[in-house]
């Protein structure tokens, strides 16, 4: 069974990048709420094809969920001891490569417990088995719970860096795309931000594109 865990918020970023950059590329954009969509052909095979939520960002480092990359593992059988999620089929997803062990789950209410972090509107991060079993119970379970199995982790400067580097895009995250029926259509989201970013590099005259980051 994966070990639940209530405090995993102490995590957070870093400062920003240089100004004019495109605000897809652009570190100094980096809050939480937005979505990182790993680069066509990325490398590093851990993150290659992934989406992540930033959920943290501050001076001493990020932490973000893979949102996109669901497992085996029924809900009922990593969280064998909770009754309300016996016969769930819901998958676990994997949210990252540290503290496997560890569970995380992003509620879509409006009613989250005290120990939920919001995230997005209606959108909030918990480590708290309460909140879970809340959302079992209620009238759409799989429209308003991902449960994840680790996290995604940086240290202070790391991200940024990455995003410089073009390792990551960035936009806009949005509630419906992380609960979607299927994570299978979000990463190839990416290409179409990329052909809007060439877009972007022509800009009319006296015309300055305006970023989505306000």
Known sequence: M???LSGLFACVLLSGAPAGLDPHRDPSLLKPGLFLYAAPGLRETRF?????????HGPGGSMGLVVNRPTEIPLHRALDEVEEARGSELPVYWGGPVQPEAVLALVRTSRAGPAAKPVLPGVHLTGDLADVRAALAGKDPRGGLRVYS??????????????????WVLDRAD?????????????????????????????APGTTPAPWSS
């Open 2 to 4: 994966l070990r639940a």
């Open 175 to 203: 509630a419906a795309s992380i609960f979607a029926p299927s994570a299978a259509g979000l990463w190839p989201r990416v290409h179409l931000i990329l052909d809007r970013l060439q877009v972007r590099r022509r800009p």
């Open 150 to 167: 680790g996290y995604a982790g940086w240290t202070a400067g790391q991200l940024p860096d990455e995003v410089r580097a073009g390792v």
């Open 48 to 56: 290659a094809e992934t989406v992540v939520l930033l959920i943290e």
